[in-house]
T-cell receptor
Framework: NAGVTQTPKFQVLKTGQSMTLQCAQDMNHNSMYWYRQDPGMGLRLIYYSASEGTTDKGEVPNGYNVSRLNKREFSLRLESAAPSQTSVYFC???????????FGNGTRLTVT | QQQVKQSPQSLIVQKGGISIINCAYENTAFDYFPWYQQFPGKGPALLIAIRPDVSEKKEGRFTISFNKSAKQFSLHIMDSQPGDSATYFCAASKSYGQNFVFGPGTRLSVLP
């Protein structure tokens, strides 16, 4: 049981480059999330998808776009990377309300 | 009102000792309080969670104490072990809400 799988594990981008972070879950969860983790700031929500076909902004959405491709997959796109987007990105999913989040192992992104 | 405060930022405990991490919240609409444990290079994983209808929940060596009137909750790790060395995050959410608000994290080191 793989749970939540994120690719790639590491990525280095130059300022202005674009890339897509991939996330897939095999737990048949309805809701999926993208968080970023920065030292001393905990986890901050970028975007979420409450169910297939819907997406909504979280706390820090600027500079990002998302696509809920199907029930399993939720991707995060950086159109024009900036050094401020250097962070560790976590995808998470959960079964529904009143249930815990299940996290992937993260993508460490560095923008130079 | 969305913030969750967490202390201490870091904690060093001897093997066999008690580790205590404290969190405080402002939003009285929060009604689900999980703790997550994160090892280096991994995503956060649910450790234990509590709802405000009880004042304490215990699972093995881990106990959450909850004080609804003070809007505070804490994690106690009894008989701390070197394998408990990790970063711990408290979080809060509303039932039927989509977002979890995370504390900034506590780095726990248990010395052998």
């Amino acid at each position: 049981n793989a749970g939540v799988t994120q690719t790639p594990k590491f990525q280095v981008l130059k300022t202005g480059q674009s890339m897509t972070l991939q996330c897939a879950q095999d737990m048949n969860h309805n809701s999926m999330y993208w968080y970023r983790q920065d030292p001393g700031m905990g986890l901050r929500l970028i975007y979420y998808s409450a169910s297939e076909g819907t997406t909504d902004k979280g706390e820090v959405p600027n500079g990002y776009n998302v696509s809920r491709l199907n029930k399993r997959e939720f991707s995060l796109r950086l159109e024009s990377a900036a050094p401020s987007q250097t962070s560790v990105y976590f995808c998470a999913s959960r079964d529904g309300n009143n249930s815990p989040l299940h996290f992937g192992n993260g993508t460490r992104l560095t923008v130079t | 009102q969305q913030q969750v405060k967490q202390s201490p930022q870091s904690l060093i405990v001897q093997k066999g000792g008690i580790s205590i991490i404290n969190c405080a919240y402002e939003n009285t609409a929060f009604d689900y309080f999980p703790w997550y444990q994160q090892f280096p290079g991994k995503g956060p994983a649910l450790l234990i969670a509590i709802r405000p209808d009880v004042s304490e929940k215990k699972e093995g060596r881990f106990t959450i104490s909850f004080n609804k009137s003070a809007k505070q909750f804490s994690l106690h790790i009894m008989d701390s072990q070197p394998g408990d060395s990790a970063t711990y995050f408290c979080a809060a959410s509303k039932s039927y809400g989509q977002n979890f608000v995370f504390g900034p994290g506590t780095r726990l080191s248990v010395l052998p």
